[in-house]
């Protein structure tokens, strides 16, 4: 029922033993392209971090093929529960680098109202993205209680829920996990063993070989894959959403990474991650793998990198330059969507916020800088 | 004397405390090699070992639990929750297991203990690192709680904590982590829980406030004294078990009154200040007591600055109460 040895496709030198992806040239290349997005975002905030124009960001290098993978496993009619480091999933499936860039500045047009850290994201189109929440495995119930709801309410729909190895240890975790169990609801649990919960290692997180095992406890499939293998995500994943389509229940995945990168913009991981295990899993570079796989179907030559790259990043640079442009939420966006109607004290205190500002001026930002 | 910011002020402490008694374990989030997220734990592990100090899987819960089976039985268990915000999965073991442990067990068992929070805005940090909770905990009968606001009063106050015999809720003003240096005593020395510091002396009008919000009402006095009215402030130090004798004393001396707490309004702590002078010394008021307070609304990001009490907020509500 459980298998630890990680299911991968793409061999080291980029060939397959005759898989079949189910996706086209044309989808293979989206999701190269996707990667390499991911990449270029990534690169510019944390230029636009140092540089002070946005407050913070999360790397994603190293786990991009494990986001694009699963993502490209659902149907945009399909729910996904994110956690922060998902970016891929969101411009997988359309989600346009301004619309993610209105977060990271918090302006008037980012979905939130500039009310989230960056990359809390939340989007409804062109696929349910949920709004994302920094306490972490708190989604996982509420994956569980909207599959549950599809099924109620007989909706040919599937929810991937996404979360760390350090998620893990969450009470949502447990709760989430073992009422799918009982519910057998279509929810497909993603875990993305990247190895680190900010500073602690993944083997300081549990005593378990791994995370697919404690799908027995909770009466599910558990499946361990190569989280740097586009290809084999992509088939574990598919998998598990057929099963769950067709009303066999929920399935557990680990999907064994490693983060390239800090925990953010703010740390440094050079303190804790040994530099011969990152020099490690430089080795297995999920976009050079799959770079690889494309090259040995003749879809992609060396000098495609730079130029696809270069591509990506024009996007993402107009895309930061746009969402600078716009100014801040109007200060009545405070006291707005607390209740769906603003009951008469928050009036009250919203107009003694205004009438303050006309008589002693505007409140002064302050310089405070986040610390992880 | 040493000058120290006040997150070195707690990393002393937590050193002090250790090398004083072999029983102070410090655990938590990223405590261990990488020293706290805020660099609180630093140095730690190196100096006392990974069985005094270390980092545990991610679990507020578990953290919170296990430290009240460590401290009744014989340990001095200091749990760091890397956020205040990310208290409320540890919300039960605080509030149905530590505080009530000597209650329901008639004295038998006890939890001796420090659950240590940043807490507050000021970092761009959105919903979800920057909120006040600590009127939820003040609601907590058999719990204590201490917020800091210099570096002197966070290492007194917090040995002080880890030598309680009760379990103290320590709350650390994120926001005035790195904001100032100042002078620290060397060694082992302790702030007495349960007693207020007066911070600026004044005739005319008494603020009340704590934490992070000291240095903006001491702006906000300043401002004030520069048109002739003469604040007091009263930085409370421990909000649970509050020092009332000391709150009323300091309210009757002005008779008017501002209570300043960057938490929520409704049900705030400046509530519990606003009742208690109310109900003891009303008729020794000039003016109606005033509040400055955050919004009853989630902690925004990029309008955190509109959110959280500011000089111009306190100095409005000063000039009020002085005028009536
Ligand atoms: C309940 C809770 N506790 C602590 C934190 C602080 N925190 C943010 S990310 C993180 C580590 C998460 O690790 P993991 O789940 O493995 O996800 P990764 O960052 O590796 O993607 C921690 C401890 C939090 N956000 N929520
Ligand atoms: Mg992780």
Redesign the interface.
Known sequence: MTATQPVSVIEPDGTTQGHDPGLSDEGLLHAYRTMLTVRAFDDTCMKLQRAGRIGFSIPNKGIEATQVGAASALRRTDWLFPSYRDFGMALYHGVEPVEMMHNMYGNARDTSKGRQMPVHFSFLDPIHFYSISSPIGTHLPHAVGAAYAMKVRGEDKVALVSFGDGGTSSLGFHSGMNFAGVWKVPVVFLCQNNGWAISCPSEAQTASDGYAVKAMAYGMPGVTVDGNDLLAVRQVVSEAVERARAGEGPTLIEARTFRMGGHSTSDDPTRYVPAELLAEWEERDPVARFERYLEARGLWKPEDRDRLYAEAAAKVNAAAKEAEGVGPPALESIFTDVYADVPAHLRRQGQATFDLARRKGDAAAGDGEFPL | MPTLTLVQAVNDALKTAMRNDDSVVVFG??V???GG??LATEGLTSEFGEQRCF?T???E??IVGTAVGMAMNGLRPVAEI?FQ??I??AFDQIVSEAAKLRYRSGGQYTAPMVVRTPYG?????????SQSGEAYFCHTPGLKVVIPSTPADAKGLLIASIEDPDPVLFLEP??LYRAVKAEVPEGHYTTPLSTLRTVRKGTDVTVFCYGAMVPVCEKAAEQAAASGTECAIVDLRTLLPLDEEGVLEAAKQTGRVVVVHEAP??CGFGAEISALIAENAIEYMEAPIARVTG????F?????????P?H??V??AIEHVAAY
């Open positions: 989030e990223d261990g090699p990488k997220v805020f980092d899987p991610l679990s819960d578990g890397q915000d990310f409320f999965p805005g000021g970092i761009r940090g959105g919903l979800y690192h994120k926001a309004r409704f919004f009853d609304t989630p925004p990001n990029t309008l955190e600055h509109h959110y959280m500011d111009r907020r100095l409005d």
